[in-house]
């Protein structure tokens, strides 16, 4: 696709279930990131993708979160036992490092836990 | 990670007037990029800057990067109502991490 696609856009569950997020990054880019935002607030760094090494998954916030990345294409966000202060918009972003570092992202997924 | 410092945190505009922000980092870095974000979309690349000393416009944006290459600001001239929204400073570390400033949210003022 012409840019980064992000789905489910709205998912709404309930507390306790686990939830997957899914990116599709621009063909070809060989970086990405997942990224959470609260409303009004700014972007809270969760893990990055980087070609073959090894994840940054500094970001993530507990070990109910985890990520993969199959094929060094798609990647999925996964949110087990879900609370309700994972309620958030979750952004994907993709860049081509061997180009430049400049990222772009999906429109992201309304994660409400309820 | 790069520690990026932006300011002001938040500001209202008047429209036709012109506006400043900018982006300090605790080391040096060979890109800044700025981007601005929308209610309900994602944040989206408005300039992006690879030069110490730079200055690069897009319509009534302009953005230079610091000579010091630790400092990046972004000018908005004429702001008219649809420049309402966050805006972010960012740059990449030695593993090409891009780094976020916190965001600059910015609004019109009645």
């Known amino acids: 696709g012409a840019g980064v696609s992000q789905s489910p856009s709205n998912k709404v569950t309930e507390k306790g279930k686990d939830v997957e997020l899914r990116c599709d990054p621009i063909?070809?880019?060989?970086?990405l990131y997942w990224y959470r935002q609260s409303l009004g607030q700014g972007l809270e760094f969760l893990i990055y993708?980087?070609?073959?090494?090894?994840?940054?998954k500094s970001g993530l916030p507990s070990d109910r979160f985890s990520a993969e990345r199959t094929g060094g294409s798609v990647s999925t966000l996964t949110i087990q036992r879900t609370q309700q202060e994972d309620s958030a918009v979750y952004l994907c972003?993709?860049?081509?490092?061997?180009?430049?570092?400049?990222?772009?992202f999906g429109q992201g997924t309304r994660l409400t836990v309820v | 990670g790069q520690q990026l410092n932006q300011s002001p945190q938040s500001m209202f505009i008047q429209e036709g007037e012109d506006v400043s922000m900018n982006c300090t980092s605790s080391?040096?870095?060979?890109?800044w990029l700025w981007y601005k974000q929308d209610p309900g979309e994602g944040p989206v690349l408005l300039i992006a800057?690879?030069?110490?000393?730079e200055l690069t416009s897009n319509g009534r944006l302009t953005a230079q990067f610091g000579i010091t290459r630790k400092d990046s600001f972004l000018n908005i001239s004429a702001s008219i109502p649809s420049d309402v929204g966050i805006y972010f400073c960012?740059?990449?570390?030695?593993?090409?991490?891009?780094?976020f400033g916190a965001g600059t949210t910015v609004t019109v003022r009645a």
């Open positions: 800057l690879y030069k110490a000393g």
């Open positions: 080391s040096i870095f060979n890109t």
């Open positions: 960012a740059g990449p570390s030695n593993d090409y991490k891009l780094s």
């Open positions: 063909s070809g880019h060989t970086a």
């Open positions: 972003a993709s860049s081509y490092i061997r180009l430049n570092t400049e990222a772009f």
């Open positions: 993708f980087q070609g073959n090494s090894a994840p940054d």
